[in-house]
């Protein structure tokens, strides 16, 4: 039943909180039985700990409940992620639970895409028509035709999906994220490719090229906790960003940049560094690879990082490049230099164009210069949770034979070297039916249509698949497109664990569990996939051995009860405690059996060991030489294979013509060192186009709530739209005024929005956010605002598969 939210407070005697925001009035969808309860009962309060599940983050939640009923929200004080921290939008979690448009039931589409055309079926009748089209698939030979794109699932989820579709039989098993694609430089560079956590609490100085991180980072709540002791602290922050990001506005220096040219400038901070000898020699000498020129086993004598960055990058030059003086480099690099423990990190605008592979390749060799690796106030690499390891599943020959197909998100012969999947190359080969036509589609959660630039060749893609299946809580751009939709569990009505967040600096599980019975027939997506195993039978149905997906999570974290090491989140036990005991052979807290150790984890909302294992140094850098590779050989190796693959080996020509598609202009040994790529705008277009993301939506998501709405752009007193950041100077060249209507045009295609004037943003640059301009989602987000990512050209960078976001280059004029 609909009802305004305000009405339903009532209830409770006025309750108020993260439920509620100013004069905003909206409606909400509450079922009979939950009403009847809010009417009638005894207003009993309680609280329970789960994690949120808007967003990637893991923050840690304590929901408010009387007579069992989610009032109200805030976080849990104990959690370590965010320590009682929360952004808007997990604070307002709980209008996404009632939201008015949430799925309800599984459901098959009637009518034409976005028609808005569903039919109601029963679980069984949906489960037994997508198992229908998967045995008989199978039993042909073509497991292989089925494929599965999730979003930024992790842990056992991710695990669990795996498996189905390892012993289902098929290779096909994606994330969209650009997750997978922003390890490629750390890969090329230590051999791996996990991303590093960033000691900030005990650096002195932290320089950031584009890491926007206390608004768009993996876990901005996390990081805003650590940014809050850095007047205790002493540390110096500077941001490296063409806009005036909520990062930068924190930060100690904020140094404009042009788009598309962090790599260039940190090259520059390495001259000064090698120039003056301010770099770490020892650990240059002693655990790098290709610094200084080297003669190779075939004679062949190869230049190394120092003297092409001595040759090429000295301050005037990346002045030109970059627009940052060269007395701001140099007094940076020599800041750098003499201030330790300093500490530098790349993300957003470094990786999000074309050239985003060499230029955070550059950026984080000056932790390679600085010696940062595995030091108090540098970076290092946090260890996995100690789960309960999955038994090997037994794989049958068709699932074997299926298993030996290539892959269909496999890029082709001269593009993306060095990763296994790019959004483009996935829409490409469904698109041209190559290796093979993919027959069956799984969705689960993200929104690839409305986030990617290829949005248009990706719609086509879906409509040309026979049966699309979406796993989701709402009908987004993306879903509606699915044949069959099977309707997931809100985060608050499932079990499942969020672990080992990106960049956070410790081990860490998160439990969500159940804080309220489903409201709608819903349920796990992984209590899903167990179902259509069961029903399939044989091999695929044996490699689930629990029957539920909540036992399978349970048995996971036996693991973690018999390791004996960390501590269950608990107020007052810190890392200097849980290190004492560990090293005793202590451990905080005794437990008689696994089961009180879950009800405790359950209760407290996770567990957590801030204590790492000490790494060897071939640990560390899993490369070739054991060492931290200024010259990649990985990346050296991969582009080999791929001019071997053209025919002659060697073949100057075959060699030429890769590069070129790698859109890599450099030559020689450069290639393969970090350097700075180029960007190929558009000539005839006078304005580099960024967009950002902002914490109450996030990748898009929040845009379905009505008060995200309202927050969207809380800072410039916009709501409910967007608008374009724009330097008064290039503003007025263009004779626009704040909070006019203006068009923002590319090769692409439009949009409309008001303009906003500021000295936050660099001249001759226009900033748009992301999260608006929805076509489906629910009643909140359909129909307000513009998306960016509709006029941005579908570009690439060619090496790790990242679309460029940053690659776009516009014209500007005021609206008629």
Known sequence: MEIKRRDFLKFFGGVSGAVLFGNLDDVIAVPEELLERAKNGPKIETWQNTICGLCPAGCGLRVRLIDGIPVSIKGNPVYPVNRGGLCPLGLNALHSLYHPDRLKGPMKRTGAIGSGKWDSMSWDEALTMVKDRLLDLRNAGKAHEVAFLGNEENGLMKEHIRRFMQVYGSPNYYQFSSAQNNTVPYSLLHGHSTVPAYDILNARLVVSFGANF???????????????????????????????????????????????????????????????????KGFVRDHSFGFEDRVDSSGTRQVGFKNMVLGNYYPEKVEELTGVPSSTILRLGRELGNTGPALVMGDQGTVDNTNGTFAAMAVHSLNALLGNFEKKGGLFFVDDPPFTKSGVAGIDAIARAGLGQIPIGQPNASTFPVTQFSIESFTRNILDGSPYPISVLFLYGGNPLFQSPNHRELADALRKIPLVISLDTLLNETSEHAHIVLPDHHFMERWDEVSNVGTVGFTHVGIQHPVVSPLYDTKQSGDVFMNLAKRIGGSVARAFQFDSYEHELRNALKGVYLSGTGSIVSEGVGTMWIQYLQQRGWQIGQYDSFDEFWDRLVKQGGWWNPIRKQKRWDQVFQTRSNRFEFFSQKLKEAIDTLVAQQ?????????????????????????????????????????????????????????????????????????????????????????????????????????????????????????VPFGLGHTSMGRYAKGHGTNPNVIMKNLYDMVSGKPALQATKVKISPAA
């Open 214 to 280: 206390l608004e768009e980072g993996y876990s901005p709540i996390y990081y805003t906790k650590l940014y809050s002791h850095h007047e205790e602290q002493r540390t110096r922050y500077v941001q490296i960003e063409s806009r005036l990001s909520l990062t930068a506005g924190n930060a100690d220096q904020w140094i404009p940049i042009r788009p598309g040219t962090y790599g260039a400038l940190a090259l520059g901070l390495a001259y000064i560094l090698i120039r003056e000898e301010l770099y770490d």
């Open 647 to 767: 025919g002659k080996t060697g073949s100057a020509q075959n060699r030429e013509r890769i590069l070129n598609e790698l859109n890599i202009s450099a030559r020689g040994d450069n290639v393969f060192l970090p350097h700075h790529e180029p960007v190929r705008y558009d000539p005839d277009m006078p304005l580099h186009l960024i967009t950002f993301r902002v914490l109450p939506v996030r990748d898009g998501q929040g845009a379905s709530l009505p008060m995200m709405q309202e927050m969207f752009g809380h800072a410039i007193h916009r709501h409910w739209e967007s608008w374009v950041e724009i330097h008064p100077e290039t503003a007025a060249s263009y004779r626009i005024t704040d909070g006019q209507w203006v068009l923002v045009q590319s090769t692409m295609g439009t949009i409309r929005a008001r303009a906003k004037t500021t000295e936050g943003i660099m001249p001759n640059v226009i900033a």
